[in-house]
């Protein structure tokens, strides 16, 4: 049996709305992985070393408040200070199309907008993983 995947679900920046991160974390559960949620108003250094302490597969970021364009890039540019390349970084939120050229090329491995159905984004992690 192996290890269950182990995924952070992180609120960074002044967003206060997290109704639907938790239905995420509730079905990435109930889908057999281990959550870890950070609660809101996180900053990217402080979701950087949750991942660290955790021990994380998956970073899971959701930005409503459209400050995505500085906070995803800049989780990523802390994952690479600390040498870290083995963790898969996940964006979702009210993200609009223009920006997610901009996000994946930061190193965000996939952007899931509102709609998207759970199934699209556990047969993501399944195969984008890396462990």
């Known amino acids: 049996m192996s290890n269950p995947i182990r995924i952070l679900i992180a609120k960074p920046g002044l967003d206060g709305h997290d109704r639907g991160a ?3 974390a509730q079905a990435f559960r109930n889908a057999g992985m281990e ?53 898969t970084v996940l964006g979702g939120g009210v993200i609009p199309e223009d920006d997610i ?3 994946k090329e930061s190193g965000i491995a996939e952007i899931f907008t509102p709609g998207t159905p759970i199934k699209t984004m556990l047969e993501f992690i399944e195969k984008n993983v890396r462990r």
């Open 35 to 87: 959550v870890i949620y950070t609660g809101l108003r996180q900053t990217p250094e402080q979701i950087v070393q949750a991942a660290i302490q955790e021990d994380v597969d998956i970073i899971a970021l959701s930005c409503l408040s459209g400050a995505h364009n500085y906070l995803f890039p800049r989780v990523m540019e802390l994952l690479r200070a600390e040498g870290i390349d083995d963790i």
């Open 101 to 103: 050229p901009f996000l």
């Open 22 to 24: 938790k239905v995420i």
